[in-house]
């Protein structure tokens, strides 16, 4: 199978999807998963849970029984050590993955690519302005804004376009990360994100003085 995310690499958002050869693939595409629970979760199911899978507290092994069980998925590929999965949606489009914790077996990183359903202004008005931004120039043609909002245990990319364009309330969600919460300190430490400005060009973001700097580096294969 595709190596999975580590853990500790989410922050970089070309883990998410240079399992591809070659160029990588679009961040926006209407192939990819069709799922708007980030802004309309089920009452039982708020962040860090998504369709039953609760980052921090389901098993590996249920949560792979549970995508499994899920008419919407299909082709889920496993690996037990480190505990890993990937999976597509019925159109044959790969659109998720999660990793756990070898020491608990416990979930701690789920991610999906999702199509562009949903807006940055409805994840601000379901969650409020993110505490913090990440920027990472992804290819010619697109840039990616990841929005993080610790407390839910949320990491939200969105693509604005390329290198000159201008962040919008109108702008989709790509990629969602759901993270354990209790995370989110180890995680930080590795990171350089800006504080949250507004809709402001990408440029402004990339160019901000950071407001978190990386306390440590991540040596390879660090978890």
Do not use: H
Request: glycine share 6%; aromatic share 8%.
């Amino acid at each position: 199978m595709r190596k999975a995310l580590p853990l500790l690499a989410v922050f970089v958002i070309a883990s998410l999807i240079l399992s591809a050869c070659g160029s990588p693939p679009p961040l926006k595409s209407d192939k990819y998963l069709d799922d708007t629970s980030l802004v309309n979760p089920p009452a039982d199911c708020a962040p860090p849970c998504w369709r039953g899978i609760v980052v921090g507290k389901t098993t590996f092994t249920d949560a792979v029984s549970k995508v499994k069980g899920d008419a919407a998925f299909k082709d889920v590929q496993t690996n037990d050590k480190p505990p890993q999965a990937l999976w597509s949606d019925t159109a044959g489009e790969q659109c998720c993955q999660m990793s756990a914790d070898p020491a608990t077996g416990l979930i701690n990183a789920l991610v999906t690519k999702l199509k562009p359903n949903v807006t940055v202004k409805q994840v601000v008005d379901k969650y409020g302005p993110p505490k913090y931004v990440a920027s990472v120039d992804y290819s010619p043609q697109e840039v990616a804004l990841g929005l993080v909002y610790p407390t839910p245990g949320l990491l939200v990319w969105v693509t604005p376009g390329d290198a000159n364009s201008t962040l919008k309330e109108s702008d989709p969600v790509v990629i969602v990360l759901y993270l354990n919460p209790a995370d989110f300190d180890t995680l930080i430490a590795t990171a350089t994100l800006q504080g949250w400005d507004g809709y402001k060009p990408y440029s402004a973001y990339k160019t901000a003085t950071p407001v978190v700097t990386p306390k440590y580096t991540l040596t390879p294969g660090q978890q």
